[in-house]
C-alpha cells in the first residue's frame, strides 16, 4: 500500500520527490479525484480550481462523488486508474461517507494496485482520530472527534500550517496524540509502514 499524503495537493515543490515516490511522471499519469469531502460546504470555489489544477499537473483526470457511487462502481473506476486522489474539504464528513459508501472496505484491494494521493481532509482520515477537524482554526466541525478515522496512522495530521497556528494547537491538542504539522508545500508517504517526509523539515508535536 502507497499513500502519498499532502498538506494541500502536488505543489510544484515535491512534484519530483512525488513522481520518484509513484514510479512514472505525473503527466503520464490518471487520476481517479474524489471531491465528495466538499459536499457540504457553500463555497466550493476552491474545489473547481484543485480540478482544474490537477487537470493541468496530470495525464488524464476524471472526477468522482463516492455519495453516487455503488461499491462495483468504485471498484471498477478506480482500479482502471493509475491513481486515486481524495481531495479536501470537511474531513468528519469525507470519513462517514468513505465509511458508509463501503470504500474503507474497498480500500485493501484498490491499493494493492492503486497509489492513494490524499490532499488536506483526503490526508487526515488516514489517522485514527479526526479529532483536529473538531478544532480547526475557522473550519471546525462539531462532533469529529467521535468520528473514527481510518487508523493506518498512529499519529494525526494537521493541514495548511502557519506558525500563528502553533498555539491554538497547543491549546487544543490531547496529550496522549502526536501531530504532524504540514505546511502548504509539504508532503510524507507511507509505503508498507515506511514514512518518509517531502518539502522541507515538518513540525511534530509529540505525545506528551
Same mark, same amino acid.
Given at each position: ?17 512525488? =513522481? ?6 505525473? *503527466? ?6 474524489? +471531491?465528495?469531502?466538499?459536499?457540504? &460546504?457553500?463555497?466550493?470555489?476552491? &474545489? !473547481?480550481?484543485? +480540478? ?15 455519495? %453516487?457511487? $455503488? @461499491?462495483?462502481?468504485?471498484? $471498477? ?15 468528519? !464528513?469525507?470519513?462517514? %461517507?468513505?465509511? *458508509?459508501?463501503?470504500?474503507? %472496505?474497498?480500500? *485493501? ?8 494521493? /490524499?490532499? @488536506?481532509?483526503? @490526508?487526515?482520515?488516514?489517522?485514527? @482520530? #479526526? ?9 471546525? =466541525? ?7 478515522? +481510518? ?9 495548511? !500550517?502557519?506558525? /500563528?497556528?502553533? *498555539? ?5 491538542? #490531547? ?12 508532503? &510524507? $508517504? ?7 517526509? !517531502? ?10
Amino acid at each position: 500500500m502507497k499513500l502519498f499524503l499532502c498538506s494541500h495537493l502536488v505543489t510544484p515543490n515535491i512534484k519530483q520527490d512525488f =513522481e520518484q515516490f509513484v514510479g512514472k511522471s505525473s *503527466e503520464a499519469c490518471s487520476v481517479s479525484l474524489v +471531491i465528495t469531502a466538499a459536499n457540504p &460546504m457553500k463555497d466550493k470555489s476552491w &474545489m !473547481y480550481r484543485d +480540478i482544474e489544477y490537477a487537470r493541468e499537473l496530470f495525464k488524464e483526470v476524471e472526477v468522482f462523488d463516492i455519495e %453516487k457511487m $455503488s @461499491s462495483h462502481e468504485m471498484r $471498477s473506476q478506480f482500479m482502471s486508474r493509475d491513481i486515486l486522489y481524495l481531495n479536501g474539504g470537511n474531513t468528519s !464528513y469525507l470519513m462517514k %461517507k468513505v465509511r *458508509e459508501r463501503g470504500l474503507e %472496505k474497498l480500500l *485493501e484491494d484498490i491499493l494493492s494496485e492503486v497509489v492513494y494521493v /490524499g490532499s @488536506s481532509a483526503g @490526508s487526515m482520515i488516514w489517522s485514527k @482520530s #479526526l479529532e483536529i477537524a473538531q478544532w480547526y482554526p475557522g473550519g471546525e =466541525e462539531p462532533g469529529a472527534s467521535k468520528v473514527p478515522g +481510518i487508523g493506518l496512522l498512529d499519529f494525526q495530521i494537521f493541514p495548511h !500550517y502557519q506558525e /500563528g497556528m502553533l *498555539e491554538v494547537i497547543r491549546e487544543n491538542k #490531547l496529550k496522549d496524540q502526536e501531530y504532524w504539522l504540514l505546511k502548504n508545500g509539504q508532503a &510524507m $508517504s507511507y509505503e508498507d509502514g515506511e514514512i518518509k517526509t !517531502y518539502g522541507g523539515e515538518i513540525k511534530i508535536l509529540p505525545k506528551e
